[in-house]
């Protein structure tokens, strides 16, 4: 590793706040499973700070062992929310992998997969809509449309792994029909008030009606909902990746997309975590706010639970928090108060909703063993909370429990809070 001035300024910096008092251990999934402490932040920040120190051969002999304790990380954040010195240890981890691709290049995977992203090249739509077309042949149904399963041996897929459904037409296809949500031409006088929508890539092209149910609960409310064509991918899973220079350009498309915006459309809303935990990390235009959607919905409570009138759903509902909303957002009351809203008794906690489930972006393909371990304490979990759905508003998230329920064949539907409540508000009965 260079001793570079990012280097210098970030990790240096941070690593001299660690008083190595070991309270991100108790909370580290990586560590819980591995039993290593150069797995956790701790371990990682010594690694790190030795390194730093150390030149020529001694450096050599630490490489590979510090690679690996930097890639082994899911930034969940978790350790960051249990450190009384406020250590960023997900920076530097991200400047870390920053250097680490700089002197070797990206993962052949990765490379691959952020090329397609909308932003990049865009490929990843065309590449959804052909899986989709080979359906038939490359793919199996699950029960109930819980998922597909591969048919033919395929990279990066096992026969484990469950993918969402690959409809035949994106959120983007199916909004050609309803022009308002494209337009962004200024309301005449009198008419409702406009939101920007960010779907996110997974919303878009693997589950577009999450999409379609967030619009439909927006326009109930009494908002009309903009979704332009020209998002970009948000960057999370660039930047995590230590990609700055891809997570850059995506950034800066988005920021164009929303400078170029109607002055009356100040208010970005998402239902990802991820997205929104990374939009407003952006330098936002003056003006401009981003909110998760259960936020926007807690500012809606009373026109909300007007709509209701008193209806809930009369299934077991448990919730997991997902990491960028909870610990990168701090947001863990809004989706609360909403599934209590949906469910009033039938809401119940999971042991332990703050644990992370394993996703982690990219980490979950690249690390299918591992992020299985960690998968396997949520559905422990979720079993004893004998739950009936688990809500949660990462699609991430959402992907990975639906795996970890189909592999131990437990009869429990994943959900956005969004679906559950736009199927409550659809309903004629309570
Ligand atoms: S909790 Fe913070 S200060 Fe304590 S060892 Fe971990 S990183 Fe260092
Ligand atoms: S971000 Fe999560 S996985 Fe990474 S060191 Fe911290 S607790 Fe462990």
């Not at 809004?334 to 906690?349: K, T, Y």
């Amino acid at each position: 590793m260079k001793n570079t001035s990012m280097t210098e300024t970030i990790i240096q910096q941070e690593l001299s706040k660690c008083v190595k008092c070991g309270s991100c251990m108790s909370v580290c999934p990586i560590y819980r499973q591995t039993g290593r402490e150069e797995m956790v932040a701790r371990g990682k920040l010594v690694l790190i700070k030795h390194l730093l120190e150390k030149d020529g051969s001694e450096q050599e002999k630490l490489s590979d062992f510090y690679r690996q304790a930097v890639d082994y990380c899911l930034l969940c954040h978790s350790c960051e929310e249990n450190c009384s010195k406020n250590v960023k240890i997900t920076e530097i981890i991200k400047a870390a992998r920053r250097e680490i691709i700089a002197e070797t290049g990206l993962h052949p995977v990765k490379k691959f997969l952020f090329a397609i992203l909308p932003g990049k090249s865009g490929r990843l739509k065309t590449l959804v809509k052909v899986g989709s077309w080979l359906r038939l042949l490359a793919w199996r149904s699950l029960p109930a449309g819980s998922g597909l399963r591969r048919r033919l041996p395929m990279p990066l897929i096992d026969d484990q792994t469950v993918i969402p459904n690959l409809p035949k037409k994106n959120l983007d296809d199916q909004l050609r029909k309803r022009p308002v949500c494209r337009q962004t031409r200024r309301p005449a006088p009198g008419k409702r008030p406009r939101l920007l929508y960010f779907p996110g890539c997974a919303t878009r092209y693997l589950t577009p009606e999450v999409g379609m149910q967030t619009i439909m609960v927006l326009e109930k409310l009494g908002f009309e909902t903009v979704v332009p064509e020209s998002w970009a991918c948000c960057g999370a899973v660039t930047e995590a990746a230590g990609d700055q220079k891809s997570a850059d350009q995506l950034q800066e498309k988005n920021l164009r997309v929303m400078a170029a915006a109607d002055d009356d459309l100040t208010l970005v809303v998402t239902g990802c975590a991820t997205c929104g935990h990374t939009l407003k990390s952006y330098p936002l235009p003056e003006g401009i706010k981003v909110m998760d959607i259960s936020e926007f919905l807690y500012e809606q409570r009373e026109k909300l639970s007007k709509l209701l009138q008193g209806k809930t759903i009369k299934k077991k509902i448990t919730y997991h928090d997902p990491c960028h909303l909870r610990k990168g957002q701090g947001i863990t009351a809004q989706p609360r108060w909403l599934l209590r809203l949906i469910a009033g008794d039938n809401f119940v906690e999971l042991r332990h909703p703050e644990r992370c489930c394993g996703s982690g972006g990219s980490f979950g393909v690249t690390h299918k063993s591992l992020s299985r371990q960690i998968l396997a304490e949520k559905i422990a979990d979720l079993k004893d909370s004998k739950a009936q759905i688990i809500a949660s508003g990462c699609p991430g998230c959402l992907i990975q429990i639906n795996e970890g329920i189909q592999n131990a064949d437990l009869n429990v539907t994943t959900d956005h809070p969004i679906t559950l409540l736009a199927q409550l508000l659809s309903s004629r009965e309570g």
